[in-house]
C-alpha cells in the first residue's frame, strides 16, 4: 500500500505509519537496520535496490529526495508497507527549501530504535561522509564514485574524508574479481609476479582500486592500461595479468557473464562463470557487514597519497597583488567595487555566484559598502549566495558574531530591496540551534555539499566560490585559523570546530584550508600598522603552520587590499 502527505511534518508520517502497520499487520520487530538513501536524481533506481536488498535485510527505507533551491518551503511524504516495499517499510521524503537546514532532525524522529544505521549516497558523494549530518549518526556510509560526475576526483576526494565505515560500490564491484584473482594466484607455486597489469576502462575507479589492491597486496607496481582491441563494451575491469617466471596468469573478460582464465602451462582457458553484478546484489553484499571494510581503507590510502602540508593547497596559483589606499574606508570602497564586478563576470558565466563574507573592522567596511558596489555593477541579487568564512559559536544574535556585524548594513538591504532570497543567505549554525559545535560544522559543510561545494574539495584547477573575502589578524591568522594551532590541521572536511582559539571566544566554526583555497578571487583586507608585520609576513613563502595569511590563494586572482599603514614594512 502506498500513502501520500503533503506539507507533512516527521510526527504526523510517524503516526501514518504505525496506522498503516496495525492495518496490514506490519511489524517492525524484524526489522535488522535503517537504510538512508540520500538521492538526488532518480528516486526509483536505487529504491528498488534496497526494496531488493530488504528480502535478505529487512529495514526501514529512508529516502530523502532534497530540492534545495525550490521556490517554497515545505516536506511531502510517500510511506509504501506491504507488497509495495518488499520486505522493508519504506518512506520517501520530498524536503523542499528550508527544511533541508533541519534534515537530521527530520530523519531522526524516523529511525528505527536500537539498530544499526546505513547511509548511501547513490551518487554526488559528499566530500567526507563520516562529517555529513546524516553520515555522522551512521555506523556504515556508502558511496558510488562511478555514479560521479568525475569518478576519480570523487575516488581522491573520498580518501581524504575516508573514516573507518566508508564503503563505495567501486569497491564491492570487484568482490568477485578480487576472489578469483587470489584463487588463481594461489595455484601451485605460487610466486610474486614480476609484472602486474589492469586494463579497464579509463577514469573507472573499479580499475584504479583493482590495480590498488593488487599493488598494496603483492608490493609491486601496476601497469594500468586501456582495453585490449575487441574487448567487450563493458565497463570496469577487462583483465588483469600477473606475469611469474613460470608463465603468465590472465583473467579477461569475454561477456557480462564469464571470464576466460589461463594459467602458467595452460594457454587454453578456462572459463568462468562471473555475470557483472547488479546494483541490488551490490547493495545487499554491502549490508552482510556492518562492521568497517579496513582493507578499502588501506587500498584508498595506499591508491591517494595524502596531503600533510596545507602549503599544498595554494601553490601553483597566480602570485598576489597589492591595492594600497590611504585608509580603511579607501580600502573597503575598493574592495567592494572589485568584488563586484567579479560577481557580474560570474553571472555573466553562470546561474549563480558565490561569495564568502568575513568579519572584523574592514571585512564589515567591505559588507556595507557592497550594496551601492553590487547595484552599480548591475548584479542579480537574486542569484547570489552569500556564505562565510568563519563565525563565533556564541548566541545567535550576539555582537561577536561576524553575520550580526553585517545584518542591517548588507543582508537587510539585499533582501529588501536587492531580490535576495533569505535561503541563499547561508549563516554558521549557533548554539540555539541544539547541535554541539562539531555537528554544527559538520551541518555547515553539508550546505556546502548540497550546493556543489564538495566538487573543488581538495582539487586544484577548480573553483566553487567567486569571491572569498578575508580579514587578516596581527598574529598572521585568516578565518579561524590561527598560527600553530592544531585546529588548522584539519582538512579532512569542508568546515570544522575550533577549540581553545587564542583569541576568544574560545569556541568557532571555520572553513578548512581545500575549502578556503577553492576561490576563484580572494581578497584579504587589512587595515593598520599593527598589522605590518603579518602583512610582509604573508607576502613571504606559503607557511600556513605559522603565516595562515600566507596559504589562501585564489585560482584566477589573490588581491591585498591594504592601507598606507599596513602596507608599511616595518624594520
Not at 530504535?113 to 551512521?138: C, K, R
Amino acid at each position: 500500500m502506498i500513502t501520500t502527505l503533503t506539507d507533512t511534518t516527521a510526527s504526523t508520517i510517524n503516526k501514518q505509519m504505525i496506522e498503516m502497520r496495525e492495518t496490514f499487520g506490519e511489524n517492525t520487530i524484524g526489522r535488522v537496520l535503517t537504510l538512508i538513501i540520500i538521492a538526488t536524481g532518480d528516486v526509483e533506481k536505487p529504491l528498488e535496490a534496497a526494496v531488493a536488498a530488504s528480502h535478505e535485510h529487512p529495514a526501514r527505507v529512508i529516502v530523502v529526495d532534497a530540492e534545495p533551491e525550490a521556490a517554497s518551503s515545505g516536506l511531502d511524504a510517500e510511506i509504501r508497507v506491504g507488497r509495495d516495499a518488499g520486505a522493508a517499510e519504506v518512506v520517501i521524503l520530498r524536503a523542499r527549501g528550508d527544511v533541508l537546514s533541519s534534515l537530521d532532525t527530520l530523519v531522526m524522529a524516523l529511525l528505527l530504535p536500537d539498530a544499526p544505521i546505513v547511509t548511501w549516497w547513490p551518487e554526488n558523494a559528499p566530500s567526507s561522509p563520516v562529517h555529513d549530518v546524516l553520515g555522522s549518526m551512521s555506523q556504515r556510509r556508502i558511496t558510488d564514485a562511478a555514479a560521479c560526475a568525475d569518478p576519480l576526483g570523487t575516488l581522491k576526494r573520498l580518501r581524504r574524508g575516508y573514516a573507518s565505515g566508508d564503503s563505495d560500490l567501486a569497491w564491492s564491484r570487484l568482490t568477485r574479481w578480487r576472489g578469483l584473482v587470489a584463487s588463481a594466484y594461489e595455484v601451485p607455486p605460487v610466486a610474486v609476479p614480476q609484472q602486474i597489469q589492469v586494463s579497464g576502462t579509463a577514469d573507472n575507479p573499479s580499475v584504479t582500486l583493482m590495480a590498488g589492491w593488487l599493488q598494496h597486496a603483492l608490493g609491486v607496481d601496476v601497469e594500468v592500461l586501456p582495453p585490449r582491441e575487441g574487448a567487450p563494451d563493458c565497463a570496469g575491469v577487462h583483465s588483469v595479468r600477473l606475469v611469474r617466471e613460470d608463465g603468465t596468469i590472465e583473467l579477461s573478460r569475454v561477456d557480462d557473464d564469464s571470464i576466460i582464465m589461463k594459467l602458467p602451462g595452460d594457454d587454453t582457458g578456462q572459463h568462468v562463470t562471473m555475470p557483472r553484478r547488479t546494483l541490488p546484489e551490490l547493495v545487499t553484499e554491502e549490508l552482510r557487514r556492518l562492521d568497517p571494510d579496513e582493507v578499502y581503507g588501506e587500498v584508498l590510502a595506499s591508491t591517494y597519497s595524502s596531503i600533510g602540508d596545507a602549503a599544498t593547497f595554494a601553490t601553483g596559483k597566480p602570485a598576489p597583488q597589492d591595492v594600497v589606499g590611504p585608509d580603511a574606508d579607501a580600502v573597503a570602497a575598493a574592495a567592494a567595487s572589485a568584488t563586484a564586478a567579479q560577481l557580474a563576470a560570474a553571472l555573466a558565466e553562470r546561474p549563480q555566484a558565490h561569495l564568502v563574507l568575513t568579519g572584523g573592522t574592514v571585512g564589515t567596511r567591505t559588507a556595507a559598502a557592497l550594496p551601492e558596489a553590487l547595484l552599480a555593477a548591475g548584479v542579480d541579487c537574486s542569484r547570489l549566495h552569500l556564505w562565510w568564512g568563519d563565525e563565533r559559536y556564541v548566541d545567535p544574535d550576539s555582537a561577536e558574531r561576524n553575520e550580526v556585524g553585517v545584518r542591517e548594513s548588507l543582508l537587510a538591504p539585499l533582501q529588501s530591496t536587492a531580490g535576495l532570497p533569505a535561503r541563499h543567505v547561508h549563516v554558521m549554525p549557533s548554539p540555539a540551534d541544539g547541535m554541539s559545535l562539531d555537528d554544527a560544522a559538520a551541518w555547515y559543510g553539508q550546505q556546502l555539499d548540497q550546493m556543489g561545494g564538495d566538487e573543488p574539495f581538495s582539487t586544484r584547477g577548480q573553483a566553487f566560490f567567486d569571491v572569498l573575502l578575508l580579514g587578516v589578524g596581527p598574529d598572521g591568522h585568516i578565518a579561524s585559523l590561527f598560527p600553530q594551532h592544531p585546529g588548522q590541521r584539519r582538512v579532512s572536511t569542508s568546515a570544522a570546530g575550533v577549540t581553545d582559539s587564542p583569541k576568544p571566544p574560545s569556541e568557532r566554526i571555520s572553513l578548512t584550508w581545500p575549502v578556503l583555497n577553492s576561490a576563484r578571487h580572494v581578497a584579504l583586507l587589512v587595515a593598520g600598522a599593527e598589522k605590518a608585520g603579518a602583512v610582509r609576513d604573508a607576502h613571504g613563502q606559503i607557511d600556513p603552520w605559522r603565516v595562515p595569511a600566507s596559504s589562501v590563494r585564489g585560482l584566477e586572482s589573490t588581491t591585498w587590499y591594504l592601507d598606507e599603514a599596513a602596507a608599511q614594512i616595518p624594520s
